[in-house]
Structures are given as structure tokens and as C-alpha cells.
């Protein structure tokens, strides 16, 4: 190139070669990277313009490389700010961690007016016409229109017993055993008519499912080890998937795509033959018009081609993106081996998630159980709630969905704040404790970010689950118009809230590169989106799919393992041997869950870190932070790369 170069006029006129003049190429000076002067030269923005324009087809493909800008002030390698993560930081959107203190305080308020109001025996155990609860000793009621409220000891009457009269009302007593009434059974603590239970008995019976229950938990306890066996295999093929994904994600690429391309073109073939199969089968009389799927077939076959060039043409686009998808495997891989505590990072996420699902069930037992009591029309005792106590229902469910949604945020936020550490440190040996330090940073300065993402994606997720709550009572009206808008209303609010995930996720990532708020973040995390979306459509389509098929392989794995030791080793006193499989083949889900929903937010923190590489940096002037293998993807990686060459070469 640089023989072309000095033999062209344009360049030689451009430059003044062969004039021996200060701030000018002269020809007798060496371009080769070894050359400081040649180097000084080749960096001059107009020098490296004509090569460009001279060399046509010398330059990298622009359409799959990233193009860095550079910022202003940044010319210079003496200007040029060695890091990019921040570790000078401030708090961030505190303010949110103060509204969900308030909404944490105003919660506790609510909750002490519903145990003034309440009793959660009421659910668990019932009460009868008289409000009093079964098995308890109830409170006495100083109104005299409740006078039976309260009067007598039900402590030995702990059951239920639900009777309806011929005018259909219903009467409720507590009773001391259920099985005097040979036509009642006890079901939940409550004494329910065998009449109401009949059908479900039937199936069970037709099914041989009345000794269900102990034959599934014999299998469990003769089955024991052999479950512990296979979440060890589970663990082990999970850790296995990811030093694949690592080494041979390429391979698993290629797979996957060949396949998906082989099934359309194989699916539209079979579709056009059966048209014709059919249209030729109504030509020659064989089968009556009324019955021909000749139509039918015909709209299948154009939308299966349809679809079969559309995933030709993504592929041969995005051909250039699915190559830095694998990249972004590898990377990934090499971030989980330099740091392993993250794959740690799920087990307590799933443990406090676990807890609040305890702690909201028994709120809500203690709401659905709180009332002011009343006389109905059949001088029946009942307990009807207020306004206060049906906005503390919804309110609980809300701060249910916020706090989950904190949980996954924390373990967000610190996958980004080390991924973001490691990727950003040149010198990988000296990096101590990166996951320890992403969460001191969490807990020092970005509880607030992700407090502000948990309310926004909490309060969308709670408007969802009240327009279900609508839907549910619609259902006894023939409304179509309206079930149709609140169709339409829940659609668009799901879809609303996966790209506001998506969006959030990304957020966080920006927040941990650069300390920035919630808001900053999420422009930041939208930008670097924007400038890139056939990258993120390859990330999100190919790489989402392959790693839910490592999901799937390590799920048929363990299962195919539980098969041959339940049945072709023939554990002896098995009943059921599928309930230990399936229970292992659970179990091996969420432990593959666990670790690949991890690798996902790994990659998505890389991919955002190269993405504000490309950007703050140039590769020449200011050296980039990403691996060789990442440095192939920008605009400039030729030059990149010859002068991390020199770069070496300088130091030895």
C-alpha cells in the first residue's frame, strides 16, 4: 500500500514528496511501524485520507466495524484519560431509596390498620354465621346486633362444616369432626359435601391416583441419592456449557443457523409439494372440492417462503454481527474464569426472592382476612372491606413487584460493576476482588439507580395486573368491544415492559462504567443501542437462542441420566420412577437457569464496555481496552492492531 501510495500522483502532489520540507512526508521516510517518523506520519488525519481514497477496497468493510469518534480535547496521548470506569463516584438517584423508604413506612402503617381489622385464622381455619373462628377463642363484640359474636370457646370445634339450603343459602358452623357426616369430607379444615367432591374422586380413581400422594413420596425417599446424583450431573453440565460456550460456541453457532435455515427451506419444499399434490389430486376428480386444502396449502406455502427469505436475508446481513456474537461467548468465558464468584451471584437473588414470596402470601392471608364486620340480608356475620383496605391489597402486590425486581437489579448491578472493572483494567493479574468491590459500589452509591428502575418497572407490572383483575369481572359480560381494547391495553403494557427491561438492564451497565444516575444511564445505555442494532438484534436473537439451548441440553441430559438410573439400572421399590425423574429434570432447569441467565448480563456488560470503548477511544492515539479478538469488530482494526504491534515491539 505504501508502494502504491508514494507512486501516486495524487499523493505525491498531496504531500510534496520528494520536497524536504518541515511538517511534510518526505519519501525517503520508512512508513513502517518500526519508523517513529513514519509513525508521526501516518497518524496526520489528511495522509491517512489519501491512502483511504487511493487503496479503494484496502479498507475494512464499514458496515460491520465500529467507527470511534473522538472527543474534544482528546488529540493527544498526553490529554488522553487512561481509564473509562469510573472509581471517583457520588450517590446516585438517593431520592428513590428515599420514596421506597416512605413507601416501605407507609406499608407498615397499612399493615397495622389491617391487624386492628383482621385475623388470619379467619382464611386458615374459617368462622361461622357469627364471625366466630373455628378452633379460636374470637373477641366479644360489645354491639348488641353481633351479641353471639364472642360469646362461647371454639377451641375444640376446629373445623368448618358449609351447609346450603333449599333456598341456596349458605350456613357455616364450626363442628369438632367432620367425619360424623359420612357425606362430608375434610378438605383444607373445612367439612366439604362429598356431592361437591364426586367428580374430582371419579378422575382420580379412573386415573389410580388415590395413593398418589404416598407412592410419590415412597419413590422420593427409596430415590434419594440418585436425586442428588443428578443435580451434581446438572451442576456439572452446566459448568460444562459454559467452557463450551467459551471454546466451541462457534460451532454451536453454526449449528443452530444451518439448522434454522435447512427446516425453512425444508418446510416451504414440503408446503409447495403438498399444493401441488393436492391441486393435481382435484384436477384428476380423486377428491371432492368441499374437502381439497388446496387454498390452504397455498397461503401456508407463500408465508413459510415468506418467512424462509426473510431468515435468509437476516442471516446473510447479520453474517458479519453473529461473528462478534461469538466473540462475546468467548469474552464472557474469560471474564466467568477470571472471576468466578459470579456465578455465585443468583444463589442469594433466588433466596431473598423466595423470602418476600413467604412474606407476601402472609400479607395477604392477614388482608384477605380483614374487614369491619356486618349483618348481611340473612342476619349472617361477614367482614366487609374499605377503601383503605382494598388500596393496601394492591399496594401490597405493588411493593411485591418492586422488591423482586430490586432483588434481580442488585445482582445486576454488581455482574456490571465487575464485568465493567475487568473489561477496563489492562492488566488482568492485578485485578483483586472485582465482585466484592461491585458490591461495595452497590451498596455505597447505587442502591438508589436501581431502587428508581425496581419502581418503574413495579408500577407498569402492577397497572398490568389490574387490568386482569378488569378482565376477570368482564368475563360475565358479552363485551367484545371493550375485551378487545383491554386486550389491546395488555399487550402494548407487556411489550412496554420488556424493552423497558431491556432498557433498565442496560442502564444499570452505564450507571457501573461511569457512576452516572438512573436517567444518564439509560440515554447513555439507549445511544450506544441505537448506533448499534443490528448488533443488538444479532445478540438478542442468536445469542438469547443458543443460550436456551444450553438451557435445554443440560435439562435432557440430566433427565437421559435419570433415565438409566432409575430404569435400566432398575431401582428396586420404584412406584413412579418418572417423579424423581421430572423432579430432577426441574431442578436441573433452574440450576442451568441460574448460571446462564448470569453469562447472559455478562455479555450484554461486555458488549455495552465495547461499545464505549469504541467510542472513547481510537486505537492508535488513545489504545484500546478490548481483547485482539474484540479489536477485529471497529473501523480502524488494521491500524489498531499495527500499533499495538509497535507498541510491543517498543517495549522489548
Not at 508502494?3 to 524536504?20: I, M
Not at 381439497?292 to 446473510?316: G, H, K, N
Not at 450506544?528 to 435439562?555: E, P, Q, T
Amino acid at each position: 500500500m505504501r508502494r502504491y501510495a508514494r507512486n501516486d500522483k495524487r499523493v505525491r502532489g498531496a504531500f510534496g514528496w520528494g520536497k524536504s520540507k518541515a511538517g511534510v512526508c518526505s519519501e525517503e521516510e520508512d512508513l513502517s511501524k518500526g519508523d517513529q517518523r513514519g509513525y508521526d506520519c501516518w497518524k496526520d488525519p489528511d495522509f491517512r485520507y489519501i491512502l483511504e481514497m487511493v487503496c479503494c477496497g484496502c479498507v475494512d468493510e464499514p458496515s460491520s466495524k465500529v467507527e470511534p469518534t473522538t472527543p474534544d480535547g482528546q488529540g493527544s496521548p498526553s490529554n488522553y484519560s487512561e481509564q473509562i470506569f469510573v472509581k471517583d463516584r457520588s450517590c446516585t438517584d438517593f431520592l428513590a431509596v428515599v420514596v421506597v423508604l416512605v413507601l416501605a413506612g407507609g406499608f407498615i402503617f397499612m399493615m397495622t390498620n389491617v391487624a386492628k381489622k383482621g385475623d388470619v385464622f379467619r382464611v386458615i381455619n374459617g368462622y361461622d354465621d357469627c364471625g366466630n373462628v373455628c378452633g379460636r377463642v374470637t373477641l366479644y363484640e360489645n354491639n348488641p346486633k353481633f351479641e353471639c359474636n364472642g360469646r362461647f370457646d371454639y377451641t375444640k370445634l376446629s373445623y368448618l362444616e358449609i351447609n346450603i339450603d333449599a333456598n341456596g343459602v349458605k350456613n357455616r358452623k364450626c363442628v369438632s369432626n367432620c367425619t360424623v357426616d359420612e357425606s362430608k369430607i375434610l378438605f383444607l379444615n373445612r367439612c366439604i359435601h362429598k356431592k361437591v367432591t364426586e367428580t374430582i374422586n371419579s378422575i382420580i380413581r379412573t386415573l389410580r391416583l388415590d395413593s398418589f400422594y404416598n407412592d410419590a413420596v415412597t419413590d422420593l425417599g427409596i430415590a434419594w441419592r440418585e436425586l442428588v446424583y443428578l443435580l451434581l450431573i446438572a451442576l456439572g453440565l452446566s459448568l460444562g456449557i459454559l467452557v463450551a460456550f467459551r471454546y466451541m460456541v462457534q460451532y454451536v453457532i453454526y449449528v443452530v443457523l444451518i439448522g434454522a435455515v435447512l427446516a425453512c427451506i425444508g418446510g416451504t419444499t414440503y408446503l409447495w409439494l403438498a399444493w401441488y399434490r393436492e391441486k393435481k389430486s382435484l384436477e384428476r376428480n380423486e377428491i371432492y372440492p368441499e374437502d381439497s386444502s388446496v387454498e390452504p396449502y397455498f397461503i401456508y406455502a407463500i408465508i413459510m417462503s415468506v418467512v424462509a427469505v426473510i431468515v435468509l436475508l437476516v442471516i446473510l446481513v447479520m453474517r458479519k454481527r453473529i461473528e462478534l456474537v461469538m466473540q462475546l461467548f468467548r469474552e464472557a468465558g474469560k471474564a466467568v474464569y477470571s472471576m468466578p464468584a459470579l456465578l455465585f451471584q443468583p444463589i442469594y437473588t433466588y433466596l431473598l426472592i423466595g423470602s418476600t414470596v413467604v412474606a407476601w402470601v402472609y400479607c395477604m392471608l392477614w388482608i384477605e382476612s380483614a374487614g369491619d364486620i356486618y349483618l348481611n340480608r340473612k342476619n349472617h356475620v361477614h367482614f366487609k372491606k374499605d377503601g383503605l383496605l382494598i388500596a393496601t391489597r394492591w399496594y401490597n402486590l405493588f411493593l411485591f413487584f418492586v422488591a423482586c425486581e430490586f432483588y434481580l437489579g442488585c445482582q445486576h448491578m454488581v455482574v456490571a460493576c465487575a464485568v465493567a472493572r475487568w473489561f477496563f483494567t489492562r492488566d488482568k493479574k492485578r485485578l483483586s476482588l472485582p465482585v466484592a468491590k461491585g458490591f461495595g459500589y452497590l451498596i455505597r452509591y447505587h442502591m438508589g439507580t436501581v431502587a428508581f428502575g425496581a419502581l418503574i418497572i413495579g408500577i407498569v407490572r402492577v397497572i398490568r395486573a389490574m387490568i386482569s383483575f378488569v378482565q376477570n369481572h368482564l368475563k360475565q359480560y358479552d363485551n367484545a368491544f371493550v375485551k378487545g381494547i383491554l386486550w389491546c391495553c395488555q399487550c402494548c403494557l407487556w411489550c412496554f415492559e420488556c424493552v423497558l427491561k431491556f432498557l433498565t438492564r442496560n442502564a444499570y451497565i452505564e450507571t457501573a462504567i461511569y457512576g452516572c444516575n438512573f436517567c444518564t444511564g439509560g440515554r447513555k445505555a439507549f445511544q450506544a443501542l441505537s448506533s448499534n442494532i443490528l448488533r443488538v438484534a444479532a445478540i438478542n436473537s442468536v445469542g438469547d437462542f443458543v443460550l436456551f439451548l444450553g438451557k435445554v441440553l443440560v435439562v435432557t441430559l440430566t433427565v437421559v441420566s435419570g433415565i438409566y438410573l432409575m430404569q435400566v439400572q432398575k431401582k428396586e421399590g420404584l412406584n413412579h420412577p418418572w417423579i424423581p425423574i421430572t423432579l430432577a429434570g426441574i431442578f436441573a432447569f433452574l440450576v442451568a437457569h441460574c448460571f446462564i441467565s448470569i453469562y447472559e448480563m455478562i455479555i450484554d456488560t461486555i458488549f455495552i464496555c465495547f461499545c464505549e470503548d469504541c467510542e472513547k477511544n481510537d486505537g492508535i492515539n488513545r489504545p484500546y481496552f478490548m481483547s485482539r479478538g474484540l479489536m477485529e469488530f471497529v473501523e480502524n482494526s488494521k491500524k489498531a492492531l499495527r500499533q499495538l504491534e509497535y507498541q510491543g515491539a517498543a517495549a522489548m
